[in-house]
């Protein structure tokens, strides 16, 4: 779907929690074969939390997206927690994170988007509207995910497949002659796929409070063979919605940044005919890390020189509902 926003990234920030858990160590916890995680997943190590909180991994990243920016904090009109797991239920954690960024008693607005493992996607296009009306001069995005304290032991295929890590964005609205835009955005959700990824708890259908309480409903699940099944049946039709022969070939796109869901979900993206050299990939040694996956790539891509400004990239994934969505911009 081509909407045509002018928008640029100013500034990027990343943190990653200093701790490294390599496969092998998951591998004997969960009496699993030595390789079997990397084979299986993809993923030979992850970084997960000791004491970071998101709110404080989000303001790290935040603070390295400002001074790339050349922002100071209180130079942005609004912050975006665009992440799938929340600190905590109530108050919302654009709160928190404003108030680790030393500005809280700012009032700068703070809000989230939570579309799962698309919210920096959904986020971005939430900013690009808000930019283009003039709303605010300057957006902050963050995404910051905490996962490993959430896994089902029962599962270890999910429970090795997951990292913690935090991302940040700067945005503005692109001037007069700067080639930065948001070409394309396109979002589905088919609520039949819910019960394929889910946190059952923490709401208020499975509250604690309430008799039956199962602490297992509070652990993350994820069937993938039948999240894999489909988005196959739907992916194709998604991809030539948002861009014209997109489910053939890359066509004018440089980079793909997609979230880093699986093995087999990177996998399926070459069916495409997309280059494997042209998708940016961190799954082996970041993990699936939810929302801030994306971000988080994105960030290695623009580090490594994969992405240089005026190339365009696209972003892409799915995430619980089940939902797909895909946004191209020009860098």
Not at 70 to 92: K, M
Not at 212 to 233: E, K, T
Not at 269 to 288: D, F, S, V
Not at 294 to 319: C, E, F, H, M
Request: some cysteine; charged content about 20%.
């Amino acid at each position: 779907m081509r909407i045509n926003v002018p928008l640029k990234i100013l500034g990027l920030g990343r943190y990653l929690p200093p701790r490294i858990v390599p496969s092998s160590e998951l591998e004997a916890i969960y009496a699993l074969p030595s390789g079997w995680v990397e084979r299986r997943n993809g993923v030979r190590e992850r970084r997960w939390v000791t004491t970071e909180t998101a709110s404080f991994m989000a303001a790290e990243a935040a603070r390295e997206a400002l001074d790339e920016a050349g922002l100071r904090p209180d130079q942005v009109g609004l912050i975006i927690n665009a992440s799938g797991t929340a600190e905590q239920a109530i108050p919302d954690t654009g709160a928190l994170i404003q108030r680790q960024l030393g500005l809280g008693r700012s009032g700068i607005p703070a809000m989230s988007v939570n579309t799962t493992c698309l919210s920096f996607i959904t986020a971005l296009d939430v900013a690009a509207t808000y930019l283009n009306a003039g709303r605010y001069g300057n957006i902050l995005i963050a995404s910051s995910d905490i996962s490993s304290c959430g896994i089902n032991p029962k599962e270890p295929e999910s429970a090795t497949l997951v990292g913690d890590s935090a991302a940040a964005v700067v945005v503005t609205q692109a001037g007069a002659g700067d080639t930065s835009c948001i070409h394309h955005a396109h979002f589905k959700t088919w609520g039949d796929g819910a019960s394929f990824t889910a946190i059952r708890g923490g709401g208020s259908a499975r509250h604690p409070a309430k008799p039956g309480y199962n602490p297992d409903d509070d652990l993350f699940h994820m069937d993938g063979i039948a999240v894999l099944r489909m988005v196959r049946g739907l992916d194709k039709p998604f991809l030539e919605e948002l861009y014209s022969g997109l489910s053939k070939s890359l066509v004018d796109i440089d980079l793909v940044v997609p979230h880093q869901s699986s093995k087999a979900g990177l996998l399926l993206l070459q069916r495409y005919g997309w280059p494997e050299a042209k998708i940016m990939q961190t799954l082996n040694w970041l993990g699936n890390c939810v929302a801030a996956s994306i971000p988080s790539t994105l960030y290695q891509a623009v580090r490594d020189n994969s992405l240089q400004r005026g190339q365009k990239l696209l972003l892409v994934g799915t995430g619980a509902g089940l939902s797909i969505g895909g946004l191209i911009m020009t860098y």
